[in-house]
Antibody, heavy 118, light 107 residues
Framework: QVQLQQSGAELVKPGSSVKISCKASGYTFTSYDMHWIKQQPGNGLEWIGWIYPGNGNTKYNQKFNGKATLTADKSSSTAYMQLSSLTSEDSAVYFC???????????WGQGVMVTVSS | DIQMTQSPASLSASLEEIVTITCQAS??????LAWYQQKPGKSPQLLIH???SLADGIPSRFSGSRSGTQYSLKISRLQVEDTGIYYCLQRYSNPPTFGGGTKLELK
């Protein structure tokens, strides 16, 4: 069965960077786009960008250009998102989600809470 | 960016009641719309895709419809397990955008 297992919660200092992971299993990792979505406490959902692990192509929401960097490791079927120059506005839960052929997000990771605090 | 205006923001309904949630797109998005349910502390679950198609494993009491640029999610007979926050998502153009969410509670 398809599973997306994300890394654990992070407590990071303002101005630093963090890299979170999303390990895929149960399907061919290189054949499906992987998306990343942000959810701030009590707020809705915001799309960050996607990566196609097959060739590393990426597309970002303009709002997250320079903030988020998406990569993928085919050998371990793991997608990564690095967030840089962190501020309190980056405190949120971050989800990875697979894009199905429909093309909606059919499987989601459990989410990673990132807390930016000194 | 396409704006998705979702209403109501919150809703309280009784068991077995019919519930309808709507999303208004700021421009034509065709049938490129999905509905998700999110429970506290969990990731969103796909309910409906392509405006009207039921996702795998979703009960038939959930249905989606479209009238122009207005999209609706209907729960025909509300059950206890249907509480949560519902979101619409447009995939007509980048960036994909979500509605603001509707919090559904039991009365």
């Amino acid at each position: 069965q398809v599973q997306l297992q994300q890394s654990g919660a992070e407590l990071v200092k303002p101005g630093s960077s963090v890299k979170i992971s999303c390990k895929a299993s149960g399907y061919t990792f290189t054949s499906y786009d992987m998306h990343w979505i942000k959810q701030q406490p009590g707020n809705g959902l915001e799309w960050i960008g996607w990566i196609y692990p097959g060739n590393g192509n990426t597309k970002y929401n303009q709002k997250f250009n320079g903030k988020a960097t998406l990569t993928a490791d085919k050998s371990s079927s793991t997608a990564y998102m690095q967030l840089s120059s962190l501020t309190s506005e980056d405190s949120a839960v971050y989800f990875c989600a697979r894009e199905s052929i429909t093309p909606y997000f059919d499987y989601w990771g459990q989410g990673v809470m990132v807390t930016v605090s000194s | 960016d396409i704006q998705m205006t979702q209403s109501p923001a919150s809703l309280s309904a009784s068991l077995e009641e019919i519930v309808t949630i709507t999303c208004q797109a700021s421009q034509d998005i065709g049938n490129w719309l999905a509905w998700y349910q999110q429970k506290p502390g969990k990731s969103p679950q796909l309910l409906i895709h392509s405006a009207t198609s039921l996702a795998d494993g979703i009960p038939s009491r959930f249905s989606g419809s479209r009238s122009g640029t207005q999209y609706s999610l209907k729960i025909s007979r509300l059950q206890v397990e249907d509480t949560g926050i519902y979101y619409c998502l447009q995939r007509y153009s980048n960036p994909p955008t979500f509605g603001g969410g509707t919090k559904l509670e039991l009365k």
